[in-house]
């Protein structure tokens, strides 16, 4: 099995090339908080591993190989923060840390039983897909809240797990996955956003607005989403 550190370095990586083609050095070296140099000395080992195509001075992205053991990181790290959250009682700003120490140490096995406990579940306490075992996995793409027209009605799909203050500041708002949001007026100069969460309305600052993900609800009934 992979070490803890070949892990992160894997979830890292998958996690960038959502957001770029290619995961860069320095983006690695920020989302893990690490020198450069010790990224490029990794992802040549990551390479010969064949876990990693990098190319020098370009990027990285997983083989095969690579992307199927972030996968199963991945999943074994969203089960982890619902059943934290569903049956151990933690609140959802406090699951991803907790979640990250134990997804190197917890066992295949106990994962999986807390997925049957679960009853298979899809979704973690954010929204975020979880992987299935041995299925293709592809993470649905959301615009964001920030992004939405005015008048028209969404529904909260997911929700950043990185920052506990927002995530408990977003809970005293009643915002959650699922619920219906709507941009009422958008101020000028990058002003903040009236909107309306759960019939409640409320002000929101463009940058927390960009960090949710939103489906329009009028595609989300037409594809059969789950906001009923």
Partial sequence: MPSPAV??????????????????????ADRLQIAAGSVTGMLKRLSEQGLVEHVPYYGASLTSEGEQEALRLIRRHRILELFLSEVLGYTWDRVHAEAERLEHAASDELIERMAQVLGQPDRDPHGAPIPGVGRTFEEPQYSTLAELEIGRAAVLRRVSDEDPAVLRY????????????????????????RVRIAGKQEFLGPELAGSL??????????????DA
């Fill in 7 to 28: 892990e992160d370095y894997l979830k890292t990586i998958y996690m960038l090339s959502r957001e770029e083609d290619r995961a860069s050095t320095s983006s690695i």
């Fill in 170 to 193: 977003l809970g005293t708002l009643g915002v959650a996955p699922g619920v219906e949001v709507e941009v009422l007026e958008r101020a000028p100069f990058r002003g903040p956003l």
């Fill in 213 to 226: 993900r939103v489906e329009p609800l009028d595609h989300a009934r037409g594809e059969g989403g789950d």
